[in-house]
């Protein structure tokens, strides 16, 4: 079982920046899968950007394509989401998850990620 510390998030104005991090209690030498998910009460949780360990890029929703990057910083046990130029829409509860199978798709479907954090409130307002 890996715990899953997220951070990062707050209140910003449409145009700004904020950049999300999860740091993971542990790091396995086997390949696995983590990914940024995001929430709005009364929604199912979707996929906004994925990566495997041994990935150079990530997956993302075709709604955030060229405004967030995700990157992992493997001796830091964490993942980052470096969000720009936010949206209103962007607003939402984002929760990290991993999927520590080895032959994970790293792709945004949430059902597969099996551990996730406890979640860090985005809210952008216009």
């Known amino acids: 079982q890996v715990q899953l510390q997220e951070s990062g998030g707050g209140s910003v104005q449409a145009g700004g920046s904020l950049r999300l991090s999860c740091k993971m209690s542990?790091?396995?030498?086997?390949?696995?899968?983590m990914g940024w998910f995001r929430q709005i009460p009364g929604q199912e949780r979707e996929g906004v950007a994925t990566?495997?360990?041994?990935?150079?890029?990530?997956v993302y929703a075709d709604s955030v394509k060229g405004r967030f990057t995700i990157s992992k910083d493997n001796g830091k046990r964490t993942l980052y989401l470096q969000m720009n130029n936010l949206k209103p829409d962007d607003t939402a509860t984002y929760y990290c998850?991993?999927?520590?199978?080895?032959?994970?798709?790293?792709?945004?479907?949430?059902?597969?990620?099996?551990?996730w954090g406890q979640g860090t409130q985005v809210t952008v307002s216009s």
């Open positions: 998850g991993v999927d520590m199978n080895q032959f994970c798709l790293s792709d945004l479907e949430p059902s597969p990620y099996g551990q």
């Open positions: 542990r790091w396995s030498s086997s390949r696995f899968c």
């Open positions: 990566i495997s360990t041994t990935g150079v890029s990530g």
